[in-house]
């Protein structure tokens, strides 16, 4: 029962906090473009914005969706459903901090708790395989979808994508395998916890520095990979708008159309994590907590209040004066949540998973600006002729070097 | 809990096996068997082979049936055309197909009456540990043996298609 009310509670917010992400990092992403090109980006709706998520999932909600005479009616309605389960589900395993210890409680008389869990719905001893495995199956929305659209394009984009995603998952296994060689286990949690602790004081035990064999390598491998996987520029090919029109989406509109971006930002969302949680240490801080990492997030946050404060007391636009003070006052908030004592255990983990998780994202924001799209014969040469045999070399080095080592 | 989840996903397995003959389109015919595919795994997890049941998915139902899929929707291959089915097969077959189910089935439950968690030769558990270790010590000649014999296979499929190609 105890159990069951927990996950409960846990899937709830867990599905509302990923949900409303999933929306704001479509923000983040055109933002984020707009001003790597000098532009303004969505400004109209809400300050800077910020309410663009909600008129866009308002629009995609209340438009009418067209079924094309032409389609598999089966497939084509289901294919836009699996992608986004598949994607969806692999959350559930990412561990975002450590565990939760809540504290036991009396009302009206009855004794709650105290309760202790951990802040992913489910630690599975195969963790790491059984995203890999869901990723393999996200390729069928795809491809069902652009055959089940009975369109060239459509055909010619879910054709491409599943070529590339199985061609890629092979130096993306090899590249996950390397780092499992130090860590020695399969589950995300332990994964994380054997990057604990400091060099010298102060340089990480990150698998990226990792001793006898620093995963770098894996580390840039899997990003290339994880980059086609998710179809994302510069391995976008499946839906190249000038050669595809859209792609394996291009039959689709409203809430099914919105599946399919969900499912690829969810995508992104756990491959960034799984790279945080295998390369990049998972919870664990930059720089050890006596050399002060528990002040930076309070500092950074308080630097935002400050920063909003400011431009609240001079505004530039008329309503500047009413929203930025109240958004200084939650920045103000969240600085004491993670100065204060009691919540500092429990918040810093997620600030430090947060902050990596944010920074990969933002990478993969940044190459989108900025990098042209490869040419399709080039991107299937690049990951069997360079990308495969430069993973199984980096395999080889890093089991070497354990070997010797242990 | 168990028996009640074997008892779904073995149902699940079972039509969906069913279903791979029945359908008329092959896309439709690939999606059961991936199906069949999945909720093997989860059988597979339900014995206490947890790694197994993983490579199951990656390696069948994410892999080979994406080739699979891949192949049929590159030849667009169209709903089968249904020819009269012959008598004789309907009144012999589904017989014989009885038999042959209820032998199995007997046979099994005389030959291994223990069921318990997955076992393999001399080693128990389908751990990733269990299993590697067994790979590398016990079946270290067997495991080398069909490697090279997948090798051969991979070096005949790209001969075969370099002929195509000339």
Same mark, same amino acid.
């Given at each position: 029962?105890?159990?069951?009310?927990?996950?409960? $509670?846990?899937? !709830?917010?867990?599905?509302?906090?990923?949900?409303? =992400?999933?929306?704001?990092?479509?923000? $983040?992403?055109?933002?984020?473009? =707009?001003?790597?090109?000098? #532009?303004?980006?969505? +400004? #109209? $709706?809400?300050?800077?914005?910020?309410?663009q998520p909600l008129a866009d999932v308002i629009k995609l909600i209340t438009k009418e969706g067209v079924l094309p005479p032409h389609v598999n009616k089966f497939y084509y309605l289901a294919a836009p459903f699996f992608a986004v389960f598949m994607a969806l589900i692999s959350i559930s395993i990412i561990p975002f901090g450590t565990d939760i210890t809540i504290p036991a409680m009396t009302i009206g008389g009855t004794t709650f708790g105290p309760y202790r869990t951990m802040m992913e719905l489910a630690d599975i001893n195969v963790g790491i395989l059984l995203v890999l495995a869901l990723s393999s199956m996200g390729v069928y929305g795809i491809a069902l979808a652009g055959w089940s659209s009975n369109n060239k394009y459509a055909l010619l984009g879910g054709l491409r994508s599943s070529a590339q995603m199985i061609s890629y998952e092979l130096p993306l296994s090899l590249a996950i395998a390397a780092p499992l060689l130090t860590a020695g286990s399969l589950s995300l949690r332990t994964i994380a916890d054997t990057q604990q602790g400091f060099y010298l004081g102060f340089i990480p035990h990150w698998a990226i520095f990792q001793f006898p064999a620093p995963q770098i390598f894996s580390f840039i491998i899997f990003m290339i990979a994880a980059f086609a996987e998710t179809n994302r520029i510069p391995f976008d090919?499946?839906?190249?708008?000038?050669?595809?029109?859209?792609?394996?989406? $291009?039959?689709? +509109? +409203?809430?099914?159309f919105a599946a399919f971006f969900m499912a690829e930002y969810a995508n992104m969302v756990t491959v960034?994590?799984?790279?945080t949680l295998l390369f990049l240490g998972g919870w664990h801080p930059l720089f050890p907590a006596s050399l002060g990492s528990n002040f930076i997030a309070p500092l950074l946050l308080a630097g935002c209040g400050a920063v909003c404060l400011y431009h609240g007391l001079h505004p530039a636009r008329p309503f500047d004066r009413y929203t930025l003070p109240a958004f200084a006052v939650i920045f103000f908030g969240l600085a004491g949540l993670m100065a204060f004592p009691p919540t500092v255990p429990i918040l810093m983990p997620i600030f430090w998973f947060l902050a990596k998780l944010l920074f990969l994202l933002f990478l993969f924001v940044w190459i989108r600006a900025t990098l042209p799209r490869f040419r399709y014969d080039q991107l299937m040469g690049f990951a069997w002729k360079f990308l495969f045999p430069v993973a199984l070399v980096n395999l080889l080095i890093t089991g070497f070097l354990v070997a010797l080592a242990s | 809990m168990d028996p009640l989840f074997f008892l779904l996903f073995a149902f699940i397995t079972v039509a969906c096996g069913v279903n791979v003959v029945l359908q008329k389109h092959p896309i439709s015919s690939a999606l059961s068997l991936v199906a069949v595919m999945a909720s093997l795994a989860v059988l597979y997890l339900l014995l206490g082979a947890?790694?197994? =049941?993983? !490579?199951?998915?990656?390696?069948? =139902?994410?892999a080979i049936m994406v080739l699979f899929v891949f192949v049929i929707m590159l030849l667009n291959a169209g709903t089968e055309a249904t #020819?009269?089915?012959?008598?004789?097969?309907?009144?012999?077959g589904i017989p014989a197909i009885l038999i042959?189910?209820?032998?199995?089935?007997?046979?099994?439950?005389?030959?291994?009456?223990?069921?318990? +968690?997955?076992?393999?030769?001399?080693? #128990?558990g389908g751990g990733a540990y269990q299993v590697g270790y067994a790979l590398f010590t016990e079946y270290l000649l067997p495991f080398e043996v069909t490697s090279v014999l997948i090798l051969i296979a991979i070096v005949g499929a790209i001969v075969l298609a370099r002929k195509e190609l000339d």
């Open positions: 029962m105890e159990f069951l009310v927990i996950t409960g $509670v846990k899937l !709830a917010l867990i599905l509302f906090i990923f949900m409303t =992400a999933l929306a704001y990092l479509q923000w $983040v992403e055109r933002k984020v473009i =707009a001003h790597v090109q000098v #532009r303004m980006g969505p +400004s #109209r $709706v809400g300050p800077h914005g910020l309410l090919l499946p839906e190249a708008e000038n050669e595809l029109v859209a792609g394996f989406h $291009v039959e689709y +509109s +409203s809430m099914s960034c994590s799984v790279a | 947890e790694f197994l =049941a993983m !490579a199951q998915m990656i390696v069948y =139902a994410g #020819r009269g089915r012959s008598w004789t097969a309907t009144i012999f042959l189910i209820g032998a199995l089935a007997y046979f099994m439950q005389t030959g291994m009456p223990q069921l318990g +968690s997955v076992k393999f030769g001399d080693f #128990r």
